[in-house]
T-cell receptor, first 113, second 115 residues
Framework: DAGVTQSPTHLIKTRGQQVTLRCSPK?????VSWYQQALGQGPQFIFQ???????QRGNFPDRFSGHQFPNYSSELNVNALLLGDSALYLC????????????FGEGSRLTVL | AQSVTQLDSQVPVFEEAPVELRCNYS??????LFWYVQYPNQGLQLLLK??????LVESINGFEAEFNKSQTSFHLRKPSVHISDTAEYFC?????????????FGQGTTLQVKP
């Protein structure tokens, strides 16, 4: 049973560019959440998708957007990249009725130069 | 608003010694509490959770945590650590009575187990 898979694992962008990160949830999961983990910090909640809609959002600007597809996979898009967007982006999936049972992928490490 | 404070950024300990990683939270509503572990170059893994019921919860690899409502704490303990326990540990809280995937994480505690 495949767990949460994310792609790409590493990528380098320059300021002002746009990036798309992808996530496939664990089999049987219907909810995807995205987190940003800066170096030496705990993960910070970006947003959550359920039934192809954004259900909750953390304190991130509109440059951060996402999408969930009918097969429950998800994308995170970041526009107009800033140096401060350099971080590990984690995708977590869950089965909606279960509180807090998040399964995390290994993350996509984004470096903005 | 909810917040989590992990009181120690690094905890060095010798193998087979006991360890406690401290976590305090603040919330005006009921909460669910979690400990996640992150091994080098890996994603986060759920170690244990408190949702309701017994305030003492245990993991399969010997860790335990106790929910203390009066002290708003959820400290993680292990009576005897192994080298393989070296990792980053994150305490997290979510709003109780909710299926939300929105977890508030602490800053993390690096557990360094020395031989």
């Amino acid at each position: 049973d495949a767990g949460v898979t994310q792609s790409p694992t590493h990528l380098i962008k320059t300021r002002g560019q746009q990036v798309t990160l992808r996530c496939s949830p664990k089999s049987g999961h219907d909810t995807v959440s995205w987190y940003q983990q800066a170096l030496g910090q705990g993960p910070q909640f970006i947003f959550q998708y359920y039934e192809e809609e954004e259900r909750q959002r953390g304190n991130f600007p509109d440059r951060f957007s996402g999408h969930q597809f009918p097969n429950y996979s998800s994308e995170l898009n970041v526009n107009a990249l800033l140096l401060g967007d350099s971080a590990l982006y984690l995708c977590a999936s869950s089965f909606s009725p279960l509180p807090g049972e998040l399964f995390f992928g290994e993350g996509s490490r984004l470096t903005v130069l | 608003a909810q917040s989590v404070t992990q009181l120690d950024s690094q905890v060095p300990v010798f193998e087979e010694a006991p360890v406690e990683l401290r976590c305090n939270y603040s919330s005006s509503v009921s909460v669910y509490l979690f400990w996640y572990v992150q091994y080098p170059n890996q994603g986060l893994q759920l170690l244990l959770k408190y949702l309701s019921g017994s305030t003492l919860v245990e993991s399969i690899n010997g860790f335990e945590a106790e929910f203390n409502k009066s002290q708003t704490s959820f400290h993680l303990r292990k009576p005897s650590v192994h080298i393989s326990d070296t990792a980053e540990y994150f305490c997290a809280v979510s709003r109780g009575s909710s299926n939300t995937g929105k977890l508030i994480f602490g800053q993390g505690t690096t557990l360094q187990v020395k031989p």
